[in-house]
């Protein structure tokens, strides 16, 4: 144990501390991160062979165990088991926080898992673990190219704060977690409450001051603790080989390149990339055997037959990468030079909109939102308390009463492929555009509904998340939801070679997967609600950050416009097929008389009523009924029960003490006893009152009389039901 190293450092007031030595020691590089009373352990390992694939595959995972906060897994089987949504989304941030800093032509497989091990339930452990997580990879011989650390931003009380505590988050108008190098920005992953574009830039760069500490911080760990980085081997390149590629396929594939349908526009480059392959490899075999050389590889072979069949695979692979290669290089080149985009369209131009919105009878809200060929259906469900959903991890449990679910079948890609549990793009996806949301949605107190919204994509071509925001702002607006305003969501993208770039506007999936940039951006005709950025080079300028941000408004802007004239005299009235929910509230001592022995009472009122009633510690009762008569019934029984207040024309539950020739008497309002004359026990004579009611029997009574002496007079005639 003789070389633990302990470094730490003070960021913002708050004490980072990083252990590197003692646990783990077997991964290729391994680090024990502190913050408060949290803790994260972060493993890097590295496979030892290099696969022969297209992608770099790198493995994150993030654990949080039960342990950390000194609990029992919930469920049956006390033992963790599949990631929560909150395990996957913080997997997802230390991803997208270091994958663009692998170099390229990097193929062994990496593998970075990180556990929450420690949780003093007031500092969240998204941050911890991306610090932690970086450092493991940069003391390890993995190629990792540069630091990279993270910092959370809050804004409360108009002050900018860096790493604020679950407490202070309470109170922040904004929440953002953000990722960088010394240079630049990384990764953005955040929501507020209708923010300013000027707040949103101030403090990103307040957060990359911080960042900037870090990562010298790192840097300097870097230099007293480290292995030596493994040797990555660029592939051999033929120029003359390249150029021929490039020369006989460089027409036809700009004619494919540029058709606005994108399976259309698939098929074509498919064809094109195909055809080629045949005319080059059959018009220029000597050629190509003359200027490719890896006869060492052919040693193996002793016919010449053989050794023109491996010749032949081996360039169909390079010649397929040299295609894909060219096809960006193109595209880029027109944007960059002629701003000339695939689709036709201008730097700035949104894809055309259609809205269209009430689209089946039985659910509470929909509406279907496309944007060029990206489309999402959104379906709003309205329920009561019962349905929120509980969350707990080790931060503690919450309540949720809105959420968003985002589904992305094979077919919204015309491909075949499985269906099963969400996937990680999924689970991302959802909880961008329903934080994107949140911002809009009404109060318990104002709209006492649990609120769920599905978007399911029906096609996409970029920038699903962003029509998911629109179309489920839209689907909300039909539901009946008093949603204080629309929300609207736009990708924009990047391309840059040198100092040349331009920012596009609404990008579609081509520019997504050959461009530099993917930032999204949601919110209201006020502000920022919702916001996420990945790039895939080492980070961006603070200049075209900010153009990006601001070309992002006028953008969304122009989207919110043709939300709002598409809802203009549309109803936005609460479904008939909807619950219909009111809330009362009694008396906290009294909510065992609701209640009654063994839940009694409520039951009783339940299948009298047919009700779904639900109470607050604090004495608010929610009752939701598709009946609203019901739901008045139902407040009668529950004020019956409660109401000791005595008082001429109130509505009490009464227990039949005794019954007699001319009536019953009736104990009522806790104590009190009362009369309920024969002719106001029904509203039909009664010959017989045996046959209707017997002693211990509950009846609803209303009060109709005191007299001077005090006694009380009743009456059941209005709540007779046939029977008693």
């Not at 990339?273 to 050389?293: G, L, V």
């Not at 193109?330 to 002629?338: F, G, H």
């Not at 996420?532 to 900010?546: A, L, P, R, T, W």
């Not at 029997?697 to 029977?723: A, M």
Request: proline fraction near 3%.
């Amino acid at each position: 144990m003789e070389n633990i190293k302990i470094f730490q450092i003070e960021v913002a007031n708050q004490k980072f501390i990083f252990e590197i030595g003692e646990l783990a020691r077997q991964a290729n590089g391994s680090v024990l991160g502190r913050q408060g009373g949290t803790a994260v352990l972060s493993a890097s390992v590295m496979s030892e062979n290099e696969l022969d694939l297209d992608f770099f595959p790198l493995t994150v995972n993030y654990f949080e165990k039960a342990y950390a906060a000194g609990k029992f897994p919930g469920g049956y089987i006390k033992r963790e088991g599949k990631p929560s949504d909150r395990e996957i989304l913080i997997s997802r941030l230390i991803d997208r926080s270091v994958r663009p800093l692998f170099p390229d032509y990097f193929n062994r497989e990496v593998q970075i898992t990180t556990y929450a091990v420690s949780s003093d339930q007031n500092t969240q452990t998204d941050i911890l673990a991306i610090n932690t997580s970086s450092l493991s990879l940069l003391i390890s011989d993995i190629p990792f190219s540069k630091p990279v650390a993270a910092v959370r931003v809050g804004y409360i009380n108009n002050n900018i704060v860096i790493n604020p505590t679950i407490n202070e988050l309470l109170e922040s108008e904004l929440d953002i977690v953000i990722a960088g190098t010394k240079d630049a920005i990384l990764m953005i992953e955040g929501s507020a409450h209708e923010i300013s574009e000027e707040v949103f830039y101030d403090a990103c760069i307040v957060a990359h001051k911080e960042i900037q500490k870090l990562v010298e911080f790192f840097e300097n760990i870097y230099k007293e603790v480290s292995k030596p980085k493994i040797e990555i081997k660029e592939p051999i390149r033929w120029e003359v080989i390249d150029n021929l590629i490039k020369k006989v396929i460089k027409e036809e594939l700009e004619k494919a390149l540029y058709i606005y349908e994108k399976k259309a526009r698939s098929e074509a480059l498919k064809n094109v990339k195909e055809n080629f392959f045949s005319k080059i490899w059959s018009e220029n075999i000597e050629f190509i055997k003359d200027n490719i050389d890896i006869s060492s590889s052919f040693d193996e072979f002793d016919d010449d037959k053989s050794k023109l069949i491996k010749l032949k695979n081996y360039f169909k692979k390079y010649y397929s990468n040299i295609f894909d290669e060219f096809t960006r290089e193109l595209m880029r080149k027109n944007i960059l030079e002629k701003g000339l985009r695939a689709d036709g369209r201008s730097l700035d131009d949104i894809r055309p909109i259609t809205i269209k919105l009430g689209l089946f009878d039985y659910t509470h809200g929909s509406a279907l939102f496309t944007r060029g060929e990206t489309q999402s259906l959104a379906i709003t469900t309205l329920g009561t308390v019962l349905d929120q959903q509980k969350v707990d991890d080790i931060e503690g449990e919450e309540q949720k009463r809105f959420m968003l679910h985002y589904n992305f079948p094979p077919f919204s890609v015309g491909e075949v492929g499985r269906y099963g549990s969400p996937g990680r793009r999924e689970i991302g996806h959802g909880h961008l555009a329903e934080r994107s949301l949140e911002a809009i949605i009404p109060d318990f107190e104002e709209f006492p509904y649990t609120i769920r919204v599905v978007s399911e994509i029906l096609e996409s071509n970029g920038s699903s998340s962003m029509a998911s925001v629109c179309g489920g702002s839209l689907s909300l607006f039909n539901a009946g939801v008093p949603i204080k305003k629309h929300v609207a969501g736009i990708a924009m993208g990047l391309i840059t070679e040198g100092d040349k770039y331009a920012i596009l506007s609404d990008i579609m999936g081509l520019e997504d997967h050959l461009g530099d940039m993917d930032f999204k951006v949601a919110g209201t005709k006020d502000g920022i609600t919702g916001f996420q950025m990945d790039v895939k080079i080492e980070g961006i300028s603070y200049d075209i950050f900010k153009k990006a941000l601001l070309k992002a408004k006028e953008g969304r802007l122009k989207i919110l416009d043709i939300i709002y004239k598409a809802c203009l005299d549309k109803n936005s009235s609460l479904s008939p097929v909807a619950p219909k929910i009111k809330i009362i509230k009694i008396d906290q001592e009294k909510i065992g008389l609701v209640i009654g022995p063994g839940g009694k009472n409520i039951r009783a009122i339940t299948a009298e009523t047919n009700s779904t009633i639900n109470i607050g510690e604090d004495g608010t009762v929610t009752i939701s009924n598709k009946d609203l008569k019901k739901i008045d019934e139902t407040i009668e029984h529950i004020l019956a029960l409660v109401n000791d207040e005595i008082e001429i024309g109130n509505v009490y539950i009464g227990i039949v003490k005794k019954i007699l020739d001319f009536g019953i008497i009736v104990e009522f309002a806790q104590g009190k006893v009362g009369l309920i004359h024969i002719s106001e026990l029904a509203p039909i004579r009664v010959d017989n009152i045996n046959s209707l009611y017997k002693i211990g029997d509950k009846i609803k009574v209303r009060l109709i009389k005191i007299d001077p002496t005090g006694k009380y007079s009743l009456s059941h005639k209005e709540f007779f039901n046939g029977k008693n």
